[in-house]
């Protein structure tokens, strides 16, 4: 576990000040815009379809049965209450970024609000940032789609083929679904989301029903659990199975009332995973025990404790569908993560800051089509090198790039956080002191610790150690600093612009 249309005259008296919508893109240094249009569909988009995005992105399957038993080795009896807090801390975050939300509407929601709260310098760094993380974890992702299923298919039917060819079809189906309207994807993911939650949901039920209240120790919601020497790492852990759930203001252009439906949806997607993942976990640790579970989750059963004890309490269908399932949920979030990747690709191409071909929309669909395609190839081209290379699919192929990307979204949601108090810190426009200060300003202190703590563990996300995480860390601070070096030569070469970049938001309802 993540754009501006409107007109384009003469600049903005005041970087926040937004410009009505005229169906118009905006030009920029009197350069022609893509051919095949660049407004993406509009009022497409709905709370509960924004939901399945977000909390698809997450893939709460995998989180619990793949993640969540390496939380536990770190965080022993305190992981539940890590992923309440860790809840509440992005709650925070959620107060002041759907208060922004109502004020700037863009497919580039991190670049937008950054720009806007930081300056537009800051933004474009992040922007490119945001590009970077998106299609990395996509791409992580199509591998863990061919490793989950390459074995499961495998072991549930008998029938044998490479990862690669699993990842390629994952690549395949992904970008159909994303080149089609966004009103489908959202209700593949919405399936795909339901299913992994009833299978979670009937271990559940089957846990409480052989062991009953005794599943339930009250010892895991003891606050003096969180001193122990691990806890920081599950909290590393923990914040990234949130991962995606940012994403509800990238999808503001294509949703129908966005003033109500990018608030609604988001704090819906925080509350829900913060209490889906919390109660999960104490369940499956009352499985065992609580204190039994921490001793089999620091063993070598802990990969496989939750699917059994979805054997052992429910029956070995549960588990077999466990499997079958997992692999559903990683094609759901590579889904999810494509359409975000994509949009972002869109937004900077509308821009002018990477090729403007990408910001082009299917005239059918009103898709950022461009912009699918290009980055279903690079996911093929990455997917292609790890095959040729004979990389561990699962080790490497996905989790490296996935490591970065999750570390890259972390450190934008920090900035963001910040950017909501610089955007209100002269006017609050209305919106209380709570929602417009102090929220962006306790997230951005936390986030930013979790993100220090995510780089300096940043084996926790790779699997890895030593220069291959220094490789991997490298990208995100050079991509950011091109974004700055790209920001100074706009303003140097073009300041008309430089002036217009971020001012235009889309007026739909």
């Known amino acids: 576990m993540s754009a501006i249309s409107g007109s384009g005259g003469a600049p903005a008296a005041h970087p926040n000040t937004p410009v009505p919508h005229t169906g118009e893109p905006p030009a920029h240094s009197?350069?022609?815009?893509?051919?095949?249009?660049?407004?993406?569909?509009?009022?497409?988009i709905?709370?509960?379809?924004?939901?399945?995005?977000?909390?698809?992105?997450a893939a709460p399957l995998t989180a619990v049965a793949g993640v969540a038993p390496a939380a536990m080795a770190m965080g022993g009896l305190a992981t539940p209450l890590g992923y309440v807090l860790s809840g509440g801390l992005l709650a925070l975050f959620a107060a002041g970024f759907t208060a922004m939300s109502l004020h700037v509407r863009n497919a580039g929601a991190f670049y937008a609000y950054v720009a806007r709260g930081l300056g537009k310098a800051t933004g474009i760094g992040t922007a490119y940032v945001a590009v970077l993380s998106y299609n990395l974890v996509e791409i992580g992702l199509v591998a863990c789609f061919g490793f989950f299923a390459s074995s499961g298919v495998k072991d549930l039917t008998g029938?044998?083929?490479?990862?690669?060819?699993?990842?390629?079809?994952?690549?395949?189906?992904?970008?159909?679904?994303?080149?089609l309207r966004v009103t489908l994807s959202a209700k593949v993911l919405g399936l795909a989301l339901v299913l992994e939650v009833l299978v979670l949901l009937i271990l559940e039920g089957g846990v409480l029903n052989h062991r009953g209240t005794a599943a339930l120790d009250p010892a895991v919601l003891n606050p003096t659990s969180l001193g122990g020497a691990g806890v920081a790492g599950m909290f590393v852990l923990a914040i990234g199975a949130f991962t995606g759930f940012e994403a509800t203001a990238i999808y503001a252009e294509e949703a129908r009332e966005p003033k109500r439906t990018v608030p609604r949806a988001t704090f819906i997607a925080v509350g829900f995973l913060a209490v889906f993942y919390a109660f999960a976990v104490w369940v499956v640790m009352g499985a065992f025990g609580a204190e039994d579970a921490v001793r089999v989750?620091?063993?070598?059963?802990?990969?496989?404790?939750?699917?059994?004890?979805?054997?052992?309490?429910?029956?070995?269908?549960?588990?077999?569908?466990?499997?079958?399932?997992?692999?559903?949920?990683?094609?759901?979030a590579t889904l999810a993560f494509h359409n975000a990747a994509a949009r972002y690709m869109y937004a900077l191409g509308r821009e002018g800051l990477l090729p403007r071909p990408l910001a082009r929309v299917s005239?059918?669909?009103?898709?950022?089509?461009?912009?699918?395609?290009?980055?279903s190839l690079?996911?093929?081209?990455?997917?292609?090198?790890?095959?040729?290379?004979?990389a561990d699919p699962y080790a490497v192929v996905f989790l490296w790039p996935n490591g970065t990307g999750v570390l890259g979204i972390?450190?934008?949601?920090a900035l963001a956080a910040l950017a909501v108090y610089g955007f209100f810190r002269r006017d609050r426009r209305g919106v209380s002191s709570f929602r417009a200060q102090w929220a962006p300003l306790l997230s951005f202190l936390g986030l930013c610790v979790l993100t220090v703590l995510a780089a300096l563990r940043f084996d926790l996300l790779t699997g890895a150690s030593g220069a291959v995480n220094i490789g991997l860390l490298v990208p995100l601070p050079v991509v950011f600093c091109i974004?700055?070096?790209?920001?100074?030569?706009?303003?140097?070469?073009?300041?008309?612009?430089?002036?217009?970049?971020?001012?235009?938001?889309?007026?739909r309802d």
């Open 410 to 413: 972390m450190a934008m949601q």
């Open 483 to 507: 974004g700055l070096i790209v920001a100074r030569y706009i303003r140097r070469t073009d300041p008309r612009r430089y002036a217009q970049l971020t001012t235009v938001d889309v007026e």
């Open 378 to 390: 690079l996911a093929a081209a990455f997917i292609a090198a790890g095959a040729l290379s004979d």
């Open 297 to 332: 989750a620091r063993g070598g059963n802990g990969p496989d404790m939750v699917f059994s004890a979805a054997g052992r309490f429910v029956g070995p269908w549960l588990s077999d569908s466990m499997h079958l399932l997992i692999i559903t949920s990683a094609l759901a």
């Open 159 to 179: 029938f044998g083929a490479p990862w690669w060819l699993w990842s390629a079809v994952c690549v395949a189906v992904v970008g159909v679904l994303g080149w």
């Open 363 to 375: 005239p059918r669909s009103g898709s950022p089509g461009t912009a699918v395609v290009v980055q």
């Open 30 to 44: 009197g350069e022609p815009p893509a051919p095949g249009g660049t407004v993406l569909s509009s009022a497409a």
């Open 46 to 57: 709905g709370v509960s379809d924004l939901v399945f995005f977000v909390v698809a992105a």
